[in-house]
Structures are given as C-alpha cells and as structure tokens.
C-alpha cells in the first residue's frame, strides 16, 4: 500500500512518520533522493516525524559493529544537513529504547518462517552478503522493523523500493496483532516513495553503503567527480532515458535530472550524442551543484559533535516514553498485566 504527497499534504495531521537508517556508513544520494527529501517535505508540512538509527540492525550481517555509535552522529549530522528540524523530529537509537525491542516477541509469533523466507529484498541482500554464513537475524529483521514502525503507532513511511516487502511485513503484523487479540492498538501503515525508489550505485545496483558503489551526500566535490567518472555505462554514444533498457546510463540522467528539477528526458536529449563522458561531466556538475549548500551546512554542523549526542539523547528520552506506553498497551491486549 502506498501513498503520495498529495494526499498527506491535504491532511498533514492526520499522519506520524517513522523512518530510519542502518549505522552502517555516511548517508548516500540514493538515501538523499529515496527518502530523506520525503522526510524534510513531510516535516515541513507539518507532519510528526520519527527517525530511528537502526543500530541493532547492524548486527544482522557484521561479525563486528563498525564502530556505530561513531555512524549514528554522522547519520545525524546528515539528517541536519538535509533540513530535519530537531526541535520538531524524534531522532533516537533503537537499542537505546528497550520496550520497542521487548515488541518482537509479540510479533514474531504472529508470521511465520515461510513467510519470513519468501521475502524478496532477504533474498537479494543474501545474495549480496559477503558472510560465509547467514544469521537468524537476516529473517527476522523486517519484524524488528515492524516494532520500529508501530512502537509509535507510524502510518506513513518514506523508503525506498527495497523496503516494500518489509512494510507489506508490518502491515500483516499490525492487522494480525489487532485480529487476534480484538482490538485496535495499531494502524496499517503506507509506504511514501519518492521519484528514485531505486537510484543505482556506479557498478549498476541498488547503492548501498555496504557495497562500495555509493557516493555519499558529504564526499568533497573532487571524491564525487572521481565517483562518477569511474561509474558503469555502456557503449552507445547517444543519451536516452530508458530506466528497463539502460538502466546505468538511465540512473545517472535520473540523478542530474532531480538535482537540476528537470525532466529526464529532457536532459538526456541536451547531452545527445556526447556520449559517457559528458554525461558523467553533466551528473558531476549537477550533484555538487545542488549539494552545495547541503555540504556547507554539514561542515558547519560538524563543529559541534555535542549538539550531535543532544539530540539523539533528547529524541531517545522521548521514544522511551512512547515505547513504555505503547508496550503497556500491548501487554495489556494479550491479557498480561
Ligand atoms: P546497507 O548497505 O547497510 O543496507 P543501505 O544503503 O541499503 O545500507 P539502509 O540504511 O539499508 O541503506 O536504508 C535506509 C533507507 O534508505 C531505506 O528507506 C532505503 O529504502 C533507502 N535507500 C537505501 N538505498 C537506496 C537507493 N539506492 N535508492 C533509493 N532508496 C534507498
Ligand atoms: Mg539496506
């Protein structure tokens, strides 16, 4: 199920937004198109927004947590950079808040293995996973989601593609909660996606921060050209914008087209036979164009790491208030206290 900005921005408040990433790394452009401009609209529209930095999830394909309370402050200082308003947002840590956690139980007992095993996006990040062996946690991850989620009853989230099947996941666990216990604690959230649900990384896949194929929103402007430069195309001197046909060359003039606020076709048409390298010449002046600002905010912010720990401190304070509540709530349903 999913929902557009239209219609939350006819009726902001009638939404709470959760959404989050994993402290695997700094955020990226495929972070930045896919959901966190999502965020900043909705929260300038008025709609509560919730952030989690999933450090827990970290733990379902590392041996050892890279550093993450390190990561966190960087997510944060991404989330800043790119307009969140921490005054307004809950910005927290999930392993800081353990009633949301204590929600698994509950929802793990209401799906089942074959489900969890038919999961699509599972399937693919088995696939690209460098561990010899996989965890019980890459199967279980998407519940561990749906408590991120419901823990502050969210109905609306801003993601990406990958993450459909994991909201198709907290929806059956929000419906099957309220089925089997009668009641109606939890709402059946929408997923939000943006115009690059997918922007692909320079080897021609989902960019991702684990797999070396990101270009990340706070890289200098040279680090970003040398990026561009060493991404896949193909051989066909002539641009066009065909996402299912050319797809690399399709995810690059996506990238220049919503930095520049234009039509991909329309920039694909002025680059014309320029082939590659003017493409990637184009992409380059477009990113750094548009990050400008966002990177100066960010080398701005990055003075004052204290202001960092803040927020997350203040926004963990809160989430434990909410998850208390809500864990109450749940315990109350399934008839334990
Ligand atoms: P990792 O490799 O550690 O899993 P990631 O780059 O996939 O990192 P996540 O923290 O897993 O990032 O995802 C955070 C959010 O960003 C999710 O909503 C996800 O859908 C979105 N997102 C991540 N990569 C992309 C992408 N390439 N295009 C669009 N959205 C993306
Ligand atoms: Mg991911």
Not at 71 to 86: I, N, Q, R, S, T
Not at 126 to 134: D, E, F, Y
Not at 168 to 191: G, K, L
């Amino acid at each position: 199920m999913q929902t557009s900005i239209d219609l939350v921005r006819r009726h902001p408040a009638r939404y709470r937004v959760l959404t989050g990433d994993r402290p695997t790394g700094p955020l990226h452009l495929g972070h930045y198109f896919g959901t966190l401009q999502n965020r900043v609209r909705l929260q300038q529209l008025g709609v509560e927004l919730f952030v989690v930095v999933a450090d827990y999830q970290v733990l379902t394909d590392r041996d050892l947590a890279d550093r993450p309370a390190g990561h966190a402050e960087e997510l944060v200082l991404d989330y800043l950079a790119a307009g969140v308003d921490p005054d307004r947002a809950t910005i927290f840590t999930h392993s800081a808040v353990p009633a949301l956690n204590q929600l698994l139980l509950p929802f793990l007992s209401l799906v089942s293995v074959a489900e969890l095993g038919r999961n699509p996006t599972v399937k693919d990040e088995i696939a690209h996973s460098r561990q010899g062996s996989v965890s019980g946690l890459m199967f279980t991850y998407p519940v561990h989601q749906a408590a991120d989620i419901l823990f502050c009853k969210a109905n609306l989230v801003p993601v990406g593609q990958d993450q459909l099947p994991h909201l198709e996941t907290t929806r059956t666990v929000a419906r099957r909660f309220n089925d089997r216990y009668a009641t109606a604690v939890f709402p059946e959230p929408e997923a939000l996606l943006s115009e690059a649900p997918l922007l692909l990384g320079t080897d021609g896949t989902k960019m991702s921060k684990s797999r070396g194929n990101a270009i990340p929103l706070g890289a200098t402007e040279d680090r970003t050209a040398r990026l561009i430069r060493g991404a896949t195309t193909d051989a066909d001197r002539r641009i066009t914008y065909d996402p299912v046909g050319r797809p690399e060359v399709s995810s690059l003039v996506l990238l220049a087209a919503l930095c520049q606020g234009r039509e991909p076709a329309a920039v694909a048409e002025e680059i014309g036979s320029g082939g590659a390298a003017a493409l990637k010449r184009h992409v380059t002046e477009a990113v750094n164009e548009h990050l400008r600002p966002l990177r100066a905010r960010r080398a701005e912010l990055a003075k004052d790491r204290a202001h960092l720990r803040d927020v997350l401190r203040a926004g963990n304070e809160r989430a434990n208030a909410l998850a208390d509540a809500t864990l109450s709530e749940v315990r109350h349903a399934m008839g334990m206290g």
